[in-house]
């Protein structure tokens, strides 16, 4: 089964576009989870997972997030994408672009070891960030950054409208290195106009689409464009789904903001 | 003390500007080393720390070699880092870019829970993937993609010496970044030319200089081209030096090649 295959079948079965970002920070987890546990980021996400997962076609856990913990955050880490039912796709947001026989560490590690189906790969070394990724994985995708969703994105990235730009060569350029598994592209809903840019000049690519939840995105955009010709959009959401509250029924109120972002868009997708 | 006196302090101390790149690759750790442990990483890197410690100015490890191990490789990379003398600056490859929260997570774990001096950090997403890490860190230092050494490094990096494609706008619009702590480039010496052209553009930044072992860079440029006002550059090499031989005297070949290349550079600088 191909990558888009597990993901056009997940959003079938659930109705859903939504993503739910993974993000344990210390800072805003749940008290009495943090003082019940030493390890507190593996019961935290089992309680999001099991709370959302007829909810949801993806989960992204960032890898960061994990880093910040030592290795007892990355044995969590483990056991979090262990724990994700494996008819949902896990793409791990790291962001990596290395060179070469670097990448192909990278691949083995997330692709093989870690049993990832996705990842966000960062465009900045050029093809060599990807080949050695996907280049021989037919059942596993990438996500290059093309349109980040932060305010500086601009900064490096041009304007997509202009076509000039880095985010325009990195589109461009990217359809036409030869890739056995699927090559997406990250676009923010944040800049509405150029995720319609985006869609133009990367048919057959699907979109992973940040910037809907804290953020404050376009979410009509991110319907209207995010659709590629075999599936939808992943529309990612974390901090204003996994911290819509910080209490005893933070697993509840996971659940709701998901509900909501979910019914949001499949209103905007006609479907109710 | 800031992260530019504890690398010159070394580079005095060992009179060296040889960085040793971590990387534990299954594929050619040593046979006895992989089957004498259930774990052969820790005890590879020690070995070759042991090995090293009075001929390199910094220790680089590529996070993306620990993770292909699981949670296994990071715990193993905790007590790497943990284990390399602490006057020695430890450099994490790991090319982050994320933006602001996110990359805040990414400091203090790398920063505050692995300890680590100095970490890579990948532009693309623009100033909130420097501001967050070292904004506020006087003793830790970033070091910006600027050029890579790899062969497809122009592809969206453009030409230094044309002064117009991206590497050029991120050495020039990252020295106006406001930051406390040590912001440096990677500037591969792949790229001789062009490492001329960084270092007019950033008299200040250190530069780290992947490139020059397995990727037959030149070495001569870097060291005309490497020093900065403070510190001579860190001149990174990985395979060729720990990879030395394969077999029971490995350590000791790796001691021998990163004693060349420490050899080599100097007698570039016209010290011996």
């Known amino acids: 089964m191909t990558y888009l295959e597990k993901l056009h079948a997940i959003q079938q079965i659930n109705q859903s576009w939504v993503c739910v970002g993974l993000d344990p920070d210390p800072q805003r987890l749940p008290v009495h989870v943090v003082t019940r546990y030493d390890e507190p980021v593996l019961p935290f996400n089992k309680a999001i997972i099991d709370a959302t997962a007829d909810l949801v076609c993806a989960y992204k856990p960032n890898l960061g997030f994990y880093l910040q913990w030592g290795a007892a955050g ?22 990596t672009g290395d060179i070469g ?41 990438i996500y290059l950054l093309a349109r980040t969703s932060n305010p500086s994105a601009p900064q490096f990235q041009g304007d997509l409208r202009d076509g000039t730009g880095l985010a325009a060569a990195v589109i461009e350029t990217s359809q036409t290195w030869d890739v056995a598994g699927h090559l997406g592209y990250v676009v923010g809903a944040t800049y509405p106009e150029e995720l319609a840019v985006a ?9 992973l689409i940040p910037g809907i939840g804290a ?3 376009n979410l009509e955009a991110a319907v209207q464009y995010g659709a590629d010709s075999v599936a939808g959009p992943v529309i990612s959401a974390s901090r204003s789904v996994i911290y819509a509250s910080g209490a005893f029924d933070f697993a509840e109120a996971a659940r709701g903001a ?8 499949n209103t905007a997708r006609g479907l109710q």
């Open 199 to 207: 869609r133009q000049m990367a048919a057959h690519g699907n979109f």
């Open 258 to 265: 998901a509900d909501q972002l979910r019914q949001r868009i």
């Open 215 to 217: 953020q404050g995105g």
């Open 101 to 141: 026989h670097t990448q192909g560490a990278w691949a083995m590690g997330l692709f093989d070891q870690w049993n990832v189906d996705a990842i966000t790969v960062n465009p900045y070394v050029g093809a060599e960030a990807v080949l050695p990724m996907i280049g021989k994985r037919p059942d596993k995708a």
């Open 74 to 95: 990355m044995i969590a880490l483990e056991r979090t994408i262990a724990y994700i039912p494996n008819h949902i796709p896990v793409i791990l947001d790291c962001k």
